[in-house]
């Protein structure tokens, strides 16, 4: 009996000291607004264990017992440092200090390379709708058809045209359209208010299980202002009769747990070029965020529309005959009006054994119609080669998220799973020959399309002492469907396609000053649904392998360094090409490249940042020589000096992207540039003065570039060259803003 007692009693001192050691829950808020605040860290210093607050603000922190000593820490916040008694109040409630590079605490997370950037962030607020994308280390963008169309993008060896290799999203809503009018997973960002981004969430690759279509090169998540602090009115005047304003009401407050606003933008200008760009934007926004009890529900509405006229891409020949300047068209009549109205309800539901589920449904009415003449005469040479783009559809789309979270053994396991649907009904979806933007010659396609994509993933988290191991999965079904009113036989088809998306990423950190991470998965970009039926027995859901090795190193408090090798193939696949109505095929590709990256403070007040990002993209099928990939960016990098006062900011930035490859045997050249920009700040507590330049130098560059063959007017036969639009040379800008 005794022997039984004895081993009883060893057996539950053992359980209690390996299984049952203690774990602390609690949750962080915002002292002053009560907003539960989310990837806070908190670190366990006398045990070098760690916890991150979720979406709710929870935490659990194992292997923790009185007298340790406690880290808590996130960017733009004091941080709190104490030690364990049986009294400490875990309800934890954090001060907004000034930003600091030492508020970055290194740990196994996936996301460290977004909390150095949060700091960049709120240095450097974005003010235009250009500056919101390039906050991503290595992505560049160019605009070419007067301020209004969506914004090419590059990043990591793709030219992504205007969105095929990178998920946007914006609260959630999709910003990609799927068998777009004007091109496959058209992104335009427009309606995002620069002034209402609170945050950015991006990832380099094929790794995050949540997102899916279109994250190839990677992704990139705006998150909005819940609630705001104070109002303001803001008035901008610039070079070239550009006139911007801009409004944020704060419209009730109560108690800490309910809060709305409202936002407006509103945005003329006339452009650098001969023929004025009558460029207007309009974007409305409005946001209700409350807490009920421990749940959270946000509602938010925008409406935003926008018209220009655009001069297009210019031969170079025109301009070295005299015909035109750099300024000038050939064809001034292109030009165009889109419009979009988002509607979004997000419930977050959180339990009293410290999981939640996150709830998103969203509803989207949008409107495009764009005129371009990219050839001038070279198909009709009475009329010339204009088309008109257009479409108008309906988006809806559902997710829903649970997080469940247990401890044990001294780790932390998470388990996640969603599921979500998006669908697209596409009504009048055309490509027509056109003539000075009024006269309609030749219908070209005319259709209706209704695209569905169906998903769910799950994914699981362990970290253990200095270890993260995220394994995933993700499922994604497309029912493709269209109507063709220019066929002569059967108008509708149909087809349905899968695609699963395996992923793993492991991180160590061997201290809070040193991470190594290896992350791989596959990811897909789905093709426009008109290539999928009818580019028969061929793959229309490309796959994409890609793995990064890279590190994130911290020799002392206000300096990261992180640097990234990688890896991308993508497979064959079949595009249809918006801009002539047919399906071309795209031999399977590879990259590989280095990002570097270094982010230093070198006083209070004084902050410094380059990235510097190779590539080397290449086609995989074609002989060396005449394997490269038109327009893919080889070496790209930005960076800027930043100074950060009470009362007076201001920074210079640089941006650089070196001559490419135009066409596939890199006869033709795209001309790279060094630009650069600055911007200087007066704050007040209720007034501030702004003052921005951009192209500070007034460089002669070239923002888009085709190798393109066209035919002028005079001209018999058809010539291939570089067309550009030229980039906007010195611009200066001035603003007030009142607050109150």
Do not use: C
């Amino acid at each position: 009996m005794n022997f039984l007692r004895n081993t009883f009693s060893l057996s539950f001192t053992l359980l209690s000291v390996v299984g049952f050691t203690q774990t602390i829950t609690g949750s962080i808020k915002d002292a002053n607004t009560g907003e539960a605040m989310e990837y806070v860290t908190v670190y366990n210093l006398s045990k070098e264990v760690y916890s991150h607050t979720n979406v709710v603000g929870n935490f659990s922190l194992t292997n923790t017992v009185p007298g340790d000593s406690i880290f808590i820490s996130i960017v733009g916040y004091e941080h709190r440092q104490f030690a364990v008694t049986a009294e400490t109040d875990w309800n934890i409630r954090l001060i907004p200090a000034p930003v600091a590079l030492s508020q970055v605490i290194i740990t196994p997370q996936i996301n460290t390379l977004n909390k150095i950037k949060q700091v960049d962030l709120k240095v450097n607020p974005v003010n235009s709708s250009q500056e919101i994308l390039q906050k991503v280390p290595g992505l560049f963008i160019a605009q070419h058809a007067g301020g209004g169309k969506a914004e090419q993008i590059f990043l990591r060896g793709f030219d992504i045209d205007h969105g095929t290799d990178i998920q946007i999203t914006a609260d959630g809503i999709p910003v990609n359209m799927v068998s777009h009018a004007h091109g496959q997973g058209y992104a335009d960002l427009h309606f995002l208010i620069p002034e209402t981004v609170q945050g950015v969430n991006f990832g380099k690759g094929p790794y995050a299980v949540e997102k899916g279509n279109f994250a190839t090169a990677g992704f990139v998540d705006f998150q909005t202002w819940d609630r705001i602090t104070e109002s303001k009115v803001k008035v901008e005047a610039g070079k070239f009769n550009t006139l911007r304003m801009v409004s944020l009401v704060d419209l009730i407050k109560e108690g800490k747990r309910k809060d709305a606003y409202l936002a407006t933008e509103y945005m003329i200008s006339d452009g650098p070029f001969e023929s004025s760009q009558n460029f207007n934007r309009l974007n409305l926004f409005g946001k209700y965020h409350a807490q009920i009890g421990k749940n959270f529900l946000t509602i938010q509405a925008s409406s935003f529309q926008s018209k220009w006229d655009a001069s297009g891409q210019i031969p170079i020949r025109a301009i070295e005959s005299g015909e035109i300047n750099r300024f000038g068209a050939i064809d001034d009549t292109e030009g165009g009006e889109t419009s979009r109205q988002n509607f979004l309800i997000d419930y977050t539901a959180s339990f009293a054994n410290g999981n939640f589920m996150q709830t998103k449904a969203f509803v989207s009415r949008y409107d495009f119609e764009l005129y371009s003449n990219f050839t001038f005469f070279l198909t009709d040479p009475i009329n010339g080669d204009q088309i008109r783009q257009k479409e108008a559809r309906m988006i809806y789309g559902l997710q829903s998220i649970y997080n469940y979270g247990t401890s044990w053994l001294s780790t932390d396991f998470t388990l996640e799973g969603g599921i979500g649907f998006r669908y697209d009904d596409i009504d009048d979806l055309e490509l027509s020959h056109t003539r000075e933007r009024n006269e309609i010659l030749d219908s070209m396609a005319f259709s209706s399309i209704d695209e569905f994509n169906g998903y769910s993933f799950a994914s699981a988290t362990w970290e253990w002492d200095k270890w993260l191991i995220n394994a995933g999965v993700r499922l994604d079904q497309f029912h493709f469907e269209e109507v063709d009113f220019l066929s002569l036989e059967d108008s509708r088809t149909s087809t349905v396609q899968a695609q699963v998306s395996p992923k793993l990423n492991l991180i160590y950190s061997p201290n809070t000053r040193w991470q190594l991470y290896a992350k791989s998965g596959k990811g897909f970009h789905s093709n426009d649904a008109r290539v999928a039926l009818r580019a028969e027995n061929e793959e229309t859901l490309p796959s994409a392998w890609g793995i990064d090795l890279g590190t994130v190193y911290r020799p002392i408090d206000q300096l990261f360094i992180d640097v990234t090798y990688w890896q991308l193939h993508l497979e064959q696949e079949f595009v249809y090409v918006g801009d002539a109505g047919i399906v071309e095929p795209s031999g399977r590709t590879k990259r590989t490249g280095v990002d570097i990256g270094i982010n230093y403070q070198m006083t209070n007040q004084l902050f410094v940042y380059s990235n510097v990002n190779y590539a080397n993209p290449r086609s995989i099928d074609e002989q060396e020589g005449s394997d490269h990939i038109p327009l893919a960016p080889t070496l790209t990098s930005n960076g800027g000096i930043t100074y950060k006062g009470k009362k007076l900011s201001g920074s210079i930035r640089y941006r650089y992207i070196q001559d490419r490859a135009a066409n596939e045997d890199n006869s033709t050249m795209a001309q790279g540039y060094f630009l650069t920009d600055a911007s200087l700040t007066y704050n007040r507590p209720r007034l501030t003065a702004s003052l921005s330049i951009e192209n500070l130098f007034d460089v002669l560059w070239r923002e888009a570039q085709f190798d393109t063959e066209s035919r002028l007017d005079d001209e018999n036969e058809p010539v291939s060259e570089i067309h550009f639009t030229p980039g906007t040379p010195f611009f200066l800008k001035a603003g007030l803003t009142i607050k109150f």
